[in-house]
């Protein structure tokens, strides 16, 4: 198993182009997260899913927007980057239930200049 | 005031030595909470699962939960220079999986 990959692992954008940040777990996990993680300021939840084609808003989900049509893939799009959307993201996944573990993918590096 | 603190260190500790990594939090509805490691440039690994209060033990770590106090902590003993990572607790109202609530980290070093 592979677990969580992300990619690209690092990329600049300039203000207001947009990308997006691919997610794919080989788990067969329901639950899937969208994280950014910023100095000093931990893990902020951006957007999760319970299940494909199904998504909900997490702690900071302004300026992003996600997609869930399968089951392995969870996708974060950014439109119209901005340099206060610099930072590393994670995207995770978990079992359903019994969720304490999640799995974390390697990370994508982000700089908006 | 944050849902989750934690002191960012840095700690520096020699080889050997016992650490204590400690997060307080608001919530008390929270009931299961975690700790993470880690290492730099890598995405955050499962170190330590526990359900509300208590103690957990696996090798040469430690989960305490007080749950009246609103205190979590994390000892390792016998540190190594292997355990020099960022450690993150978090903790979430159920196991349905869908709010984790994290600290901050402490970035931890452990001098050979």
């Known amino acids: 198993n592979a677990g969580v990959t992300q990619t690209p692992k690092f990329r600049i954008l300039k203000i207001g182009q947009s990308m997006t940040l691919q997610c794919t777990q080989d788990?067969?996990?329901?639950?899937m997260y969208w994280y950014r993680q910023d100095p000093g300021m931990g893990l902020k939840l951006i957007y999760y899913?319970?299940?494909?084609?199904?998504?909900d808003k997490g702690e900071v989900p302004n300026g992003y927007n996600v997609s869930r049509s399968t089951t392995e893939d969870f996708p974060l799009r950014l439109e119209l980057a901005a340099p206060s959307q610099t930072s590393v993201y994670f995207c995770a996944s978990s079992y359903a239930h019994g969720s304490e573990t999640q799995y974390f993918g390697p990370g994508t590096r982000l700089l908006v200049l | 005031q944050k849902e989750v603190e934690q002191d960012p260190g840095p700690l520096s500790v020699p080889e050997g030595a016992i650490v204590s990594l400690n997060c307080t939090y608001s919530n008390s509805a929270f009931q299961y909470f975690m700790w993470y490691r880690q290492y730099s440039r890598k995405g955050p690994e499962l170190l330590m699962y526990?359900?509300?209060?208590g103690n957990k033990e696996d090798g040469r770590f430690t989960a305490q939960v007080d749950k009246s106090s609103k205190y979590i902590s994390l000892f390792i003993r016998d540190s190594q220079p292997s355990d020099s990572a960022t450690y993150l607790c978090?903790?979430?109202?159920?196991?349905?999986?869908?709010?984790?609530?994290f600290g901050t980290g402490t970035s931890l070093t452990v001098i050979p």
């Open positions: 978090a903790m979430t109202l159920s196991n349905t999986g869908n709010q984790f609530y």
């Open positions: 788990m067969n996990h329901n639950y």
């Open positions: 526990t359900y509300s209060s």
């Open positions: 899913s319970v299940g494909a084609g199904i998504t």
